[in-house]
């Protein structure tokens, strides 16, 4: 079984422009009434990359591109409300649902795992390049809102 760098790391490199640093990665799940699936959340200096992705890690579909002038708002929902920052906030939690709305009135609902890379969470959250991509993907919010 691959870990999740490995799955990843690929499939957010395809989604950069050309000249376009990642910033991080992290993987979310998203669901409607009666399906759900995985997105990567690709994060660079000028906007978030979200790519629906299959089982095998391959995309599905075409990505949503949002840019700070596409956000209407971002919260953390569930979170303990004592953070000063998102980033702060999602990292506070173990487990956490950012809620993202956009400015054509679109609503993104992202649960994710915190790993901190290091105990009995590492594997089931992702490990390090989840918890580097949650940093990344709440500082880039805290910028830009």
């Known amino acids: ?8 790391t690929p499939v957010a490199e395809s989604l950069l422009e050309p000249g376009e640093e990642l910033r991080g990665a992290c993987v979310a799940s998203q669901q409607s009434t009666f ?6 959340i690709v994060v660079t200096d000028d906007r978030l990359v979200l790519q629906k992705l299959t089982r ?5 579909g ?23 920052s998102i980033e702060a906030a999602m990292m506070d939690e173990i487990a956490s649902m ?3 709305r956009t400015t054509d009135g679109e609503k993104l609902k992202l649960r994710m795992m915190n790993a901190d890379g290091s105990g ?17 993907l709440g500082e880039w919010l805290d910028r830009s809102g």
């Open 62 to 84: 075409e990505p949503t591109v949002l840019t700070p002038e596409r956000i209407r708002d971002a919260k953390l929902v569930g979170g303990s409300g004592m953070s000063a």
């Open 1 to 8: 079984m691959a870990d999740l760098e490995s799955e990843l």
């Open 98 to 100: 950012l809620v993202i």
């Open 120 to 136: 009995l969470l590492r594997w089931a959250g992702g490990g390090e390049i989840q918890r580097q991509g949650v940093i990344a």
């Open 35 to 40: 399906r759900g699936w995985m997105v990567a």
């Open 56 to 60: 095998k890690f391959e995309p599905d």
